[in-house]
């Protein structure tokens, strides 16, 4: 988050007119210094974000700007793509890349190891299943390019910095360790990319949304500040004995399931997560969303629902422009596109992915994005960031929004605890009741509060789950 904070400082400066045009040269200066891909995107992207945060900004001219760039890859591509809409942007694919892996070179063992700790796991996982895929020894081509910039940076690998943020699966780590190596790694994906695309081996389409996902942030979510714990959220603020805990938290949330049932606000809470208490025992509930048939009979298994709405309950979105911000189009779902993992049941809300992965913001990425279930809606849904929430459209109306909140937030996590945040989801209360109407169905809640407790410090916490229906 360091890196964050220094970025919207250093646009903060570059809309100052006592500062602009020094700051803007220096900045300019340090983009073109960057010998690594990912590190020099990050310069742009504070260009970007001021282009986004103010409508009068003043630009540096395209020229001034791409003839900074020493080492362009497809995400510098599409940050001057942003930056320059209206404008031509060439671009030459194989300057990206060092060329084809030669058949003699040998992967360094260190690359091997150590490449799902400096990255997320997934970029090796997507390495893995193209060169699966494909039957092109992609892995090797990665480890090809990370040994190219170690030798031109005059660099040895090491792991002792992994050392200093994290130490083992029991203890305080740091959530994103962004360091040196981290960013050659990524560089090396980024010119694994370029080649991918310069052999054929992937679409220029793949290689741009697999180049997206190296962001450091998504440009809309950015802008999205979170919120303060609303007060409706059943939160815990007495020390009760343990056992208390749980009877007290149900007891809040069917104080809010009732009142929602009778109030006449627009807005119903379709999804919402969060912790509730926070002592040497943590709880953290679930609320989601469901439309059931109108009877007072069901005989569901609660967990296996809860499991299904959190893993496979996703959907997916067109992106407007590049997709480095998070907004897009949905399409019209079926109810019958739920059956196959939901049955008779169906969740009224869905979880979303941004194409980026938000490092910056790694809080969301835990509890998820979520959106009203686009079977509520014949039309087509839009979606698009404002500073207080994720506002959802059908064209006509605004139909959901999402907001997330955050109470302690540090760039430490402990052992396997969920960051204390929150999230909900809200739909207009009459899309719901339209909805229920015209397929004889009824709104309900299957919730879930899971405990997480351990008896020594060297240990990862235990948890258990405990799950009710409100209908």
């Known amino acids: 988050m360091v890196r964050e904070r220094a970025c919207v400082a250093i646009a903060d400066l570059l809309f100052d007119s006592r500062c602009a045009e020094i700051t803007k040269r220096r900045l300019i200066n340090w983009i073109r210094t960057q010998s690594l891909e990912s590190i ?105 390019e990370w040994n190219k910039i170690l030798e031109s940076e005059g660099k040895n690998p090491s792991a002792q910095t992994l050392n200093f943020f994290y130490e083992n699966e029991y203890s305080d780590y740091t959530v994103v360790r962004d360091v040196y190596l981290s960013d050659i790694y990524r560089s090396a994906y980024l010119r694994t990319i370029s080649w991918s695309i310069a052999s054929e081996t992937i679409s220029e389409i793949d290689g741009k ?89 069901y005989n569901y298994d609660l967990e296996l629902l809860s499991n299904q709405y959190h893993k496979i309950n996703e959907i997916n979105y067109d992106p407007f422009g590049t ?30 992915w941004p194409l980026t992965s938000p490092r910056w913001q790694f809080w969301r990425m835990y509890r998820q994005i979520w959106f009203p279930n686009p079977c509520i809606s014949p039309h087509l849904l839009a979606f698009q960031c404002s500073n207080k929430a994720i506002i959802v459209t059908d064209f006509e109306e605004i139909i959901g929004k999402w907001v997330d909140w955050r109470d302690i937030l540090r760039e430490k996590a402990t052992a396997n605890l969920p960051p204390l945040t929150g999230q909900y989801l809200q739909i207009k209360r009459d899309k719901i009741n339209e909805f229920m109407q015209e397929n004889d169905l009824i709104f309900c809640w299957i919730c879930r509060l899971i405990k997480y407790e351990r008896d020594h410090s060297y240990k990862q916490y235990a948890y258990s789950l405990d799950h009710r229906m409100y209908k």
């Open 40 to 144: 020099l995107s990050i310069g742009l992207i504070i260009f970007l974000y001021n282009k986004t945060a103010h409508a009068d900004y003043m630009l540096p001219s395209k020229e001034a700007i791409t003839d900074a760039i020493t080492k362009p890859s497809l995400l510098s591509h599409m940050i001057l793509k942003e930056l320059f809409p209206d404008e031509t942007i060439s671009i030459d694919i194989q300057s990206m890349n060092s060329g084809q892996v030669p058949d003699e070179f040998d992967i360094s063992p260190f690359f091997i190891k150590y490449s799902r700790n400096f990255l997320p796991p997934v970029y090796m996982d997507i390495i893995e299943h193209i060169e699966s895929e494909k039957g092109v020894p992609l892995v090797k081509q990665w480890a090809f």
């Open 323 to 352: 997709g480095l911000i998070f907004q897009g189009i949905i399409e019209p779902r079926s109810i019958d596109s739920f059956k196959t993992h939901f049955g008779d049941i169906i969740p009224a809300s869905c979880f979303i």
């Open 209 to 297: 949304f697999l180049a997206i996902q190296t962001s450091s942030i998504d440009l809309g979510l950015w802008f999205l500040k979170s919120n303060l714990r609303p007060n409706w959220w059943p939160m815990h603020k007495t020390s009760l004995e343990s056992t208390d805990i749980p009877a007290q938290v149900w007891d809040l949330t069917n104080t809010i399931w009732k009142k929602q049932q009778t109030s006449m606000d627009d807005w119903i809470i379709a999804e919402a997560s969060g912790y509730v208490y926070k002592g040497n025992i943590l709880y953290d509930l679930e609320i989601n969303g469901f439309f059931q048939k109108n009877t007072d009979e």
